[in-house]
């Protein structure tokens, strides 16, 4: 079964457009040039509590009614925001403690956004008051095709307020203060608690030395959930605020990209009717660094499409050196998005302010005031062909055979760990097999540890090293079952709570894996060992397992040092299934090698085969198929294409095998029928 993300005939094409910075009296001449552009949908009000609620007892919506009856009068789409991202001046004078206090304990006055206490009751009670007063007065307007809560929820707060709601928090999670004590190890470093009012917030005064180094990790993990759930807390009460008026309202909140780490991503997405996403790479980002992003973000929504919902048309404001997107640029990481599940695809911001600090920001109305810029050709150009492919593609999703194991808990368990090597950094670890699998355009779904094995053929959980509750047993089924599983060191140590698995390392992994790692070698960036596989020479380098076999086979033996000839890669048969175990982090090259022999071997094919600079991608709809080429190379590239098929952007038809020509940065989307 497929569905859509939004109700509309098309992909929804727009962005975030603040009419409220700008005399009324420009308004008409924007919807011109917006309309000019193919633009159809408007994302309002995401920044504008202070105005719609200048005092404690009044709101006044009288702007907010012009906006909506603009955006109608010209049959846009509203994607509204609750504008509960920033608190107003009045409410931190009246109610300090809506402010947040910060890692070092200073506490912050009003200023900037994204500054409220997520566990403050004043917060709470009156944006969930604002959100419900919006749906309640816009509820009659049947062009709000989404609600976009708040805005890029994330960071820290360390006040009194947070410090009451982690004891509840606690309580409720451990229920007695002897379980705490058990599962924090507080033996360790007299941290014995006898009272829960004794327990404070882990920052810098109280367990950790820096923001990624603690002494007490299972407190601060536990931190990370509980700010992680508080914030998401917020999110749920508006959204509940919301659907009491408009209930068939999809409500979304855009996340950051991807690879956010303060908030666990895969944990709300169960609560968010549909993904969103906020896409900011610099010119220098790696485009399968990119995919990886969507990938995640998709995965977050459990395969579902999603929308992009703000990138820039040109440039950003706040890297130290912004660069223009080059021509084209925007058009092929709009169609990325696309490719790997965007339904939507919407810019921030539609027209530049004047003042403040994004006044330089990249925008679809510049400073000139018209249509005579680049960039608003491009996106005029790009919104026309867009109009062009009408509701194609919609609602349609990807298939894997292979999945990506990434899990917010673990990462930040990984990270916080004191030793074995601050070069370990999950992200890297993910990457160099999401990268492996990408550049021979294999489809990939990014899990969690929560997710179900059963439809893969291959899964790979890099650094998997905290095992939460069943994730063990789920992967021995899938294994058992004729399933391929791949890990890595540092994998199986710790349990949910930190604490470390006894009896040998990789813990409840040991079994399926068929190995014992006894110990694990530390190596400084400059120096490296080696290991022979496949006939080539590959480098070992940050970590070495030194490890026995355990009914694994060795595929490769280190050649250096005193551990040399002890096995670093293994492979180890378990009922129908294969555990390989990669002991080591090596480089680019093993890692393709690995996943060819391995997809090989599991019959795990490409979605096309290209040359390395252009990606393929497919989306599929019943017997609809939608493969994605994109170009993201400065030269043009030739593919040859797998099936009968038209190009729906040029309207060009292709024979199978046929050779299609994609310029730079080119991109074509195949469509064909299954037979
Ligand atoms: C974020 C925010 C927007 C805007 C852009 C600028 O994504 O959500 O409000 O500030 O950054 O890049
Ligand atoms: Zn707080």
């Not at 509840?168 to 705490?180: A, I, N």
């Not at 021979?440 to 650094?463: F, H, M, Q, T, W």
């Not at 019943?622 to 994109?630: A, I, Q, T």
Request: net charge negative.
């Amino acid at each position: 079964m497929w569905e859509k993300v939004w109700n509309t005939d098309k992909i929804a094409y727009g962005g975030d457009y603040n009419p409220e910075q700008w005399p009324e009296e420009t308004w008409e001449e924007d919807m011109r040039l917006l309309k000019l552009a193919h633009i159809d949908t408007l994302t309002l009000n995401v920044f504008s509590w202070a105005s719609l609620q200048p005092a404690e007892d009044e709101y006044r919506f009288d702007k907010l009614d012009k906006i909506m009856e603009l955006a109608e009068n010209h049959n846009m789409n509203v994607c509204l925001a609750t504008s509960t991202a920033a608190h107003p001046a009045w409410m931190a004078k009246k109610y300090p403690e809506v402010l947040r206090t910060d890692f070092n304990g200073i506490k912050r006055k009003f200023g900037a956004r994204h500054n409220s206490c997520p566990n403050s009751p004043v917060y709470r009670k009156y944006s969930t008051r604002l959100a419900e007063k919006l749906a309640e007065r816009y509820q009659k307007y049947s062009n709000i095709i989404g609600w976009h809560i708040s805005n890029e929820y994330g960071g820290e707060c360390y006040c009194e307020n947070c410090e009451k709601a982690f004891r509840v928090w606690l309580k409720e999670r451990y229920g007695t203060l002897d379980e705490l004590n058990r599962v924090w190890n507080t033996a360790f470093w007299g941290h014995t608690f006898y009272d829960w009012d004794e327990i404070v917030l882990p920052d810098h005064r109280t367990e950790h030395f820096t923001e990624n180094k603690t002494v007490a990790q299972t407190i601060s993990i536990d931190y990370r959930r509980f700010n992680s759930d508080s914030i998401l807390y917020c999110f749920q009460l508006e959204y509940e605020a919301v659907k009491k008026y408009t209930p068939d309202i999809p409500v979304t909140t855009n996340l950051m990209e991807g690879t956010y780490k303060a908030l666990d991503y895969r944990k709300w997405g169960k609560y968010m009717d549909f993904i969103s996403w906020d896409n900011y790479p610099s010119n220098s980002d790696s485009f399968r660094r990119i995919a990886l992003n969507h990938e995640l973000m998709r995965g977050a929504g459990n395969g579902k499409p999603f929308v992009l919902m703000e990138q820039t048309p040109s440039s950003q404001n706040w890297q130290p050196v912004n660069s223009l997107k080059r021509p084209g640029v925007m058009r092929l990481w709009s169609y990325q998005a696309v490719a790997h599940g965007a339904d939507a695809v919407l810019f921030f911001q539609l027209k530049r302010s004047i003042g403040s600090c994004e006044k330089y920001h990249g925008a679809v109305i510049d400073h000139v005031g018209n249509e005579n810029t680049r960039v608003f050709r491009e996106v005029t150009e790009l919104g026309a062909e867009l109009e062009t492919l009408g509701g194609e593609i919609l609602g349609s999703t990807q298939k894997a055979q292979t999945a990506l194991m990434f899990d917010w808990e673990n990462w930040w368990a990984v990270e916080y760990s004191a030793g074995p090597s601050v070069d370990l950094k999950y992200t890297d670890e993910i990457m160099n097999y999401y990268k492996a699998l990408h550049r021979r355009n294999i489809p990939v779904d990014l899990i969690g540890e929560e997710s179900d094995l059963s439809g893969y053929k291959l899964v790979i959980a890099p650094v998997l090293y905290m095992t939460k509750p069943g994730v063990d047993e789920r992967i021995r089924e899938f294994v058992r079952n004729g399933g391929t599983f791949i890990t890595t060191f540092f994998s199986g140590y710790v349990d949910e709570n930190d604490l470390v698995i006894i009896g040998g390392y990789p813990g409840r992994l040991r079994e399926i894996l068929g190995i014992w790692v006894e110990e694990i070698d530390a190596l400084p960036k400059d120096s490296s060992n080696s290991f022979r596989y496949g006939g080539k020479t590959y480098s070992a380098g940050m970590l070495c397992d030194i490890m026995h076999l355990e009914g694994a086979r060795s595929l490769a033996e280190y050649q250096e040092d005193f551990y040399a000839a002890s096995p670093v890669i293994t492979c180890n048969s378990f009922g129908e299934g294969q555990a390989y175990y990669v002991g080591t982090r090596s480089e680019e090259a093993f890692y393709e090698k690995l996943m060819e022999d391995i997809c090989k071997e599991q019959d795990i094919c490409p979605v096309a085969e290209t040359p390395l600079a252009v990606e393929a991608t497919e989306r599929r709809r019943d017997k609809e198929r939608y493969l994605f080429l994109l170009n993201h190379g400065d030269k043009a590239e030739k593919v040859s294409v797998p099936q009968a098929c038209t190009d729906l952007l040029s309207s060009k038809a292709y024979k199978e095998k046929e050779q299609l020509e994609l310029a730079a940065k080119g991109v074509a989307i195949l469509k064909w029928m299954e037979k």
